[in-house]
């Protein structure tokens, strides 16, 4: 069983920087590729980047690739965010999640089998 947090969310302008983390718990976290998806307001959650177990190999969504690093911790069971160049479109609520499943890093949300809870981001144009 993992629990996952999310933080680091708020309002920011156009062109800022927000570093959104994930607190997770259980000990197999290093085990789990990790996750980041968005849902903004009447629309389907996205894939945003993932990062697998070893943190070897990560993986973008074209719309926040050169702009957004995933990277992780695994000795602190965190996963973090980095989001470069914010435009106003990156709206969303973003969720961090992990799969204890897979073989492969995946950008499938239903192949992730833990949620945060959500953290509110807001960019301002």
């Known amino acids: 069983q993992v629990q ?3 933080s680091g969310g708020g309002l920011v302008q156009a062109g800022g920087s927000l570093r959104l983390s994930c607190a997770a718990s259980g000990r197999n976290f290093r085990n ?9 307001p009447g629309k389907e959650r996205e894939f945003v980047a993932g990062i697998s177990w070893s943190g070897d190999s990560t993986y973008y969504a074209d719309s926040v690739k050169g702009r957004f690093t995933i990277s992780r911790d695994n000795a602190k069971n965190m996963v973090y965010l980095q989001m470069n160049s914010l435009k106003p479109e990156d709206t969303a609520v973003y969720y961090c999640a992990a799969d204890s499943r897979s073989f492969y890093l995946s950008d499938y949300d239903g192949g992730y089998d833990y949620w945060g809870q959500g953290t509110q981001v807001t960019v301002s144009s």
């Not at 789990?32 to 903004?40: D, I, L």
């Open 4 to 6: 996952l947090v999310e």
């Open 32 to 40: 789990y590729h990790m996750g980041w998806f968005r849902q903004a």
